[in-house]
């Protein structure tokens, strides 16, 4: 614990001479190191701490600037060692600044009465009519804010949720703010009410009022000029810069917003990424991406989203009021003009394209077109499993990363494959068949959730669902059986029982967490039985993303089962091998439309627009120069290599077994 002293009558004089005053100086307490120095034209208002000034700030461009502090008021503050502090054009209150801080040309910085500093704020996400409000606060993750928002039917769960948080935001309550260490603010406006924590960047912010920056050494947050938030969380690693306008917001680990963006009443959780557009009580998910002027969120839930130039969605009949909402599950994509009328559910990993007015719902058939055609909306359903785009975001998602804190929020499941959409895919099949059966197998255009799906397009979709189905059961079954050499159909058998009975049955995403249903309802149940504090049901949320392989393999079990028409207890060698080369087949198969997918991007029509001035032979030249050519391009080098590689680990496990016949 820092020990302060008096200061000496040798010192008041010297700080009097340096043009020094204090309504008290008996108040002014310092540290043992202390010297007067470095102290300047400085009123002292309150009661002071002042630490000592030995160290020097090297600045760009060779200048440098011994610590002190010059040309300011301070009133009840603390002020750490070697901290800079000059040009405070009207006063600093009530704060306690850390060690080896630069501040320099800030107007107003202070706390005025008592704040919680953003925690507790309400965020009326989804409905702008209310009734989905959500406080905020330093440690929210994306599945509890879930849980809060879409389960409102339990009210106990909501309750006592909504009360921890109260009691957590009552707990930062205070009427005085901190500064971390290391923490650099330059050329800044009005900062009222606002914790700033350790080694966070802040130059040229317009007003920051009532939040908290929860920046660390290992992932410092970022304000740029022109930034003016108000009621806010920002989490580590966040940058927010170029004039965007933040609005009860909530911010989660590596966001990035710029470029003018605008956000109000929204929750923007892992690696989100904000530019240019605007974004209206959304609960963004991680990986929620929009990066155009014209682009406008609102009013919906959204994760992994890629949302196109100028995609809007509207939440307003003019009836009763801005009071419906949307979900575009997991990995949705939105083309450059599309438009959603709410209330919709995009089925995830559905490539949505023109304007769709009919309030369709296809979340049982993922992995789909949603094309516009005269007014009419029409479903492509798993044609997205053979587009390369989609391969892509999966590949890239986890590359992209942009967390550095060593203590992640977001339980962040990256599997496009996984229990929860491999079952939507399952129903989806089930819905196909029933419309066949029901309309007929010759109809033209069969007519599902107020969107047409045309013949071709349904058995179509029937062949990738399943080529999909075979690819993660057979993914699952190898990954089970490893790199071990079995001698016994016994031991197979003993291997394929699941570690966990847990499972079993539906399976949730989260916004990012994928976990079986009942698991979450456990959570739920326990929630409203008052057993679990706000950090238990994170390491709850963190066991169960731990657990997910054990979990899947216990579904994946089941689903087996299914497909052999017998129990693990009686599976023989044939079944296995069967379904390995099944497995090959699918895998093979996917690979190949997604390179045929792939080489669209090198057709002629791609070559459009170059070699302007010369013959067609110039055309070529000139797209390879640039583009390169398809054979040594590296993702279909990529996929070439995965086809490869998966037909030897499918022949190799087909070896391994061969003592067990």
Not at 27 to 54: Q, R, W
Request: proline share 3%; aromatic share 10%.
């Amino acid at each position: 614990m820092t020990r302060y002293r008096q200061l000496t009558e040798k010192e008041i004089a010297a700080l009097t001479v340096y043009g020094c005053t204090a309504e008290n100086w008996k108040t002014v307490t310092v540290t043992e190191n202390f010297t007067p120095d470095y102290i300047a034209n400085v009123h002292f208002s309150g009661e002071i701490k002042l630490g000592s000034f030995n160290k020097t700030f090297d600045l760009a461009g060779g200048l440098k600037k011994h610590t002190g502090i010059y040309n300011c008021c301070l009133h009840n503050c603390t002020i750490g060692d070697n901290v800079y502090i000059d040009k405070i054009h009207n006063y600093i209150a009530n704060y306690t600044i850390g060690n080896d801080t630069f501040i320099d040309n800030i107007n107003l910085l202070i706390v005025d009465g008592t704040s919680s500093f953003g925690n507790g704020v309400r965020v009326p996400v989804m409905n702008e009519g209310g009734g989905r409000e959500i406080p905020i606060f330093d440690h929210l993750s994306a599945p509890l804010a879930y849980i809060q928002a879409l389960y409102r039917h339990r009210k106990e769960v909501i309750q006592n949720i909504q009360k921890m948080i109260d009691e957590y935001a009552k707990l930062q309550q205070s009427d005085k703010g901190f500064i971390g260490n290391n923490v650099r603010m330059v050329n800044c406006g009005t900062i009222k009410n606002v914790q700033i924590g350790h080694c966070a960047v802040i130059e040229g912010a317009s007003i920051l009022e009532n939040g908290t920056i929860n920046s660390n050494e290992e992932a410092p947050v970022i304000i740029g000029s022109g930034v003016k938030c108000k009621d806010f969380i920002l989490s580590s690693g966040v940058e927010v810069t170029d004039s965007t306008l933040i609005s009860r917001c909530f911010i989660g680990q590596g966001c990035i917003l710029a470029k003018h963006y605008s956000a109000l009443d929204s929750l923007f959780f892992s690696n989100c990424q904000g530019m240019h557009g605007e974004a209206t009580a959304i609960f963004a998910g991680p990986y929620t991406v929009t990066h155009h002027k014209s682009t406008l969120l609102i009013a919906g839930m959204f994760s992994f989203l890629n949302a196109g130039s100028g995609s809007n969605q509207s939440n307003h009949m003019y009836k009763l009021g801005p009071i419906h909402q949307g979900i575009c599950e997991r990995g949705s994509k939105t083309t450059s003009d599309s438009y959603l009328l709410w209330p919709a559910k995009i089925g995830a990993f559905t490539l949505v394209m023109g304007r769709h007015y009919k309030h369709s719902d296809t979340s049982d058939l993922p992995f789909s077109y949603l094309i516009e055609n005269a007014t009419d909306s029409y479903l492509v359903p798993g044609v997205n499993l053979r587009s390369v785009g989609t391969i892509r975001d999966a590949q890239k998602w986890p590359k992209r990363d942009n967390r550095k804190d060593s203590h992640k929020l977001d339980p962040i499941n990256f599997n496009l494959l996984s229990p929860y959409t491999i079952q939507k895919m399952m129903k989806g099949m089930e819905v196909l068949k029933k419309l066949q059966q029901i309309s007929g197998e010759t109809t033209d255009v069969y007519v599902y959730q107020n969107c047409n799906i045309k013949n071709s397009s349904l058995r179509n979709g029937l062949e990738y669902y399943q080529i999909a189905i075979t690819k993660f059961l057979g993914n699952s079954l190898i990954s089970r059986l490893g790199e071990k050499t079995y001698n016994s159909i016994e031991e197979v058998r003993e291997r394929l029982k699941p570690d966990t009975p847990k499972g079993h049955g539906e399976w949730i995403d989260l916004s990012g967490l994928i976990a079986p249903k009942s698991k979450i309802d456990e959570l739920l149940h326990a929630v409203e039985q008052n057993k679990y504090s706000l950090e238990k049901i994170q390491s709850e949320f963190e066991r169960m993303h731990a657990q997910y392989y054990s979990y899947e393999w216990t579904w994946a079990k089941d689903k087996l089962e299914q497909y052999w028409d017998k129990s693990i207890d009686e599976v023989t060698y044939g079944d296995i091998v069967e379904m390995i080369e099944h497995w090959k087949s699918s895998v093979v198969k996917l690979d190949q439309l997604i390179y045929i997918d792939a080489k669209k991007e090198f057709d002629l029509n791609s070559k459009t627009g170059f070699g302007v001035d010369g013959d067609e032979n110039q055309k070529h030249q000139d797209f390879e120069s640039v583009r390169g050519c398809f054979e040594s391009n590296p993702f279909v080098l990529e996929v070439l290599n995965h086809i490869k590689i998966k037909t030897e680990l499918g022949n190799q496990m087909i070896e391994r077994l061969n003592k067990v016949r």
